[in-house]
């Protein structure tokens, strides 16, 4: 069966600071890769997919990259952390017309 | 711009009886529409979907209905239980599942 994984669990960074989130999928091959945020109180915000390694496809711009360096790997990234950027992140992957997501890393900058 | 509108930020419902959670979309090109439910500090999980050329979708004690005309959809859980306390999204699929698009969420809570 497949699986997806996410860490870390939580982090807290500091104002510009680095960030590198990391999704790996088990169990099946070439999925489609999703990134979401949930800010506090609200829904989920799509921030980057991935159909193939080495696609990357961005919904909002804004000081986040994403990266596909593997076929089952997706890594979210930024060089320089905002406030802004706090929130519940979220990566998923596509099976038929569904979406089915990780466990969360939740990210507090402070 | 909200194209998928949850106006209930929360319901309450006694334990057995029924949850409806609704939501309103506006992109007539939707071709898919998918409910989540997600406890706090947990991904997703998703529950049930329906095809934007269907009316009614069942799966055990969740229904989802489907108004096209109206633009609007449910969710109907029967007989609510206490475990089933948690945020409800709804979400809506452009380019055959390749994006979805999610309202806010209702927070369900079955009081026993």
């Known amino acids: 069966s497949q699986t997806i994984h996410q860490w870390p669990a939580t982090l807290v960074q500091p104002v510009g600071s680095p960030l590198s989130l990391e999704c790996t999928v088990e169990g099946t091959s070439n999925p489609n890769l999703y990134w979401y945020r949930q800010a506090a109180g609200r829904g989920l915000q799509l921030l980057f997919y991935s159909v193939g390694i080495g696609q990357i496809s961005s919904e909002v711009p804004q000081n986040l990259s994403a990266s596909r360096p593997q076929d089952r790997q997706f890594i979210l990234s930024s060089k320089k952390l905002l406030l802004s950027d706090s929130g519940f992140y979220l990566c998923?992957?596509?099976?038929?017309?569904?979406?089915?997501f990780g466990p969360g890393t939740r990210l507090t900058v402070t | 711009d909200q194209q998928v509108k949850q106006n209930s930020p929360s319901l309450s419902v006694q334990e057995g009886r029924i949850s409806i959670l609704n939501c309103d979309y506006t992109n007539s090109m939707f071709d898919y529409f998918l409910w989540y439910k997600k406890y706090p500090a947990e991904g997703p999980t998703f529950l049930i979907s329906i095809s934007s050329i269907k009316d009614k979708n069942e799966d055990g004690r969740f229904t989802v209905f489907l108004n096209k005309s109206a633009k609007h959809l449910s969710l109907h859980i029967v007989p609510s239980q206490p475990g089933d306390s948690a945020v409800y999204f709804c979400a809506a699929s452009v380019e055959y599942g390749n994006k979805l698009v999610f309202g806010a969420g209702t927070i369900l809570r079955v009081k026993s």
């Open positions: 998923a992957w596509k099976q038929g017309h569904e979406q089915y």
